[in-house]
């Protein structure tokens, strides 16, 4: 399966975003699906995740009450982002996986860049 992260830019605090992540390739329904974000300098940091067909879902401390993870029927997974913060500005990627760390996702997207001021 081939990911392609979109939807980034520049936003003001406080203000919201909504990414996608579109799948092409393999089934995609039967991937549990995570959005991970990158800053200069920093590890990559786990945001979200949601299972094969959208019943659970987990969240990194940083982004819990912030942030939504949800997908559709067809090959998209999405990542609602309100209340942005300067702290949220990073490279963010989807992949395909569970859990909370970086190695245990696969099928890493393209990244697309958010970037919040103050």
């Known amino acids: 399966v081939q990911l392609q992260a979109f939807g980034g830019g520049l936003v003001q605090t406080g203000g919201s975003l909504r990414l996608s992540c579109a799948a092409s390739?393999?089934?995609?329904?039967?991937?549990?699906m995570g959005w991970f974000r990158q800053a200069p300098g920093k590890e990559r940091e786990f945001v979200a995740a949601i299972t094969r067909y959208g019943g659970t879902t987990n969240y990194g401390d940083s982004v819990k009450g912030r942030f939504t993870i949800s997908r559709d029927n067809a090959n998209t997974v999405y990542l609602q982002m309100n209340s942005l913060k300067p702290e949220d500005t990073a490279v963010y990627y989807c992949?395909?996986?569970?859990?909370?760390?970086?190695?245990?996702?696969?099928?890493w997207g393209q990244g697309t860049q958010v970037t919040v001021s103050s």
């Open positions: 992949a395909t996986g569970w859990g909370n760390s970086f190695y245990e996702y696969d099928n």
């Open positions: 390739g393999r089934t995609f329904s039967i991937y549990p």
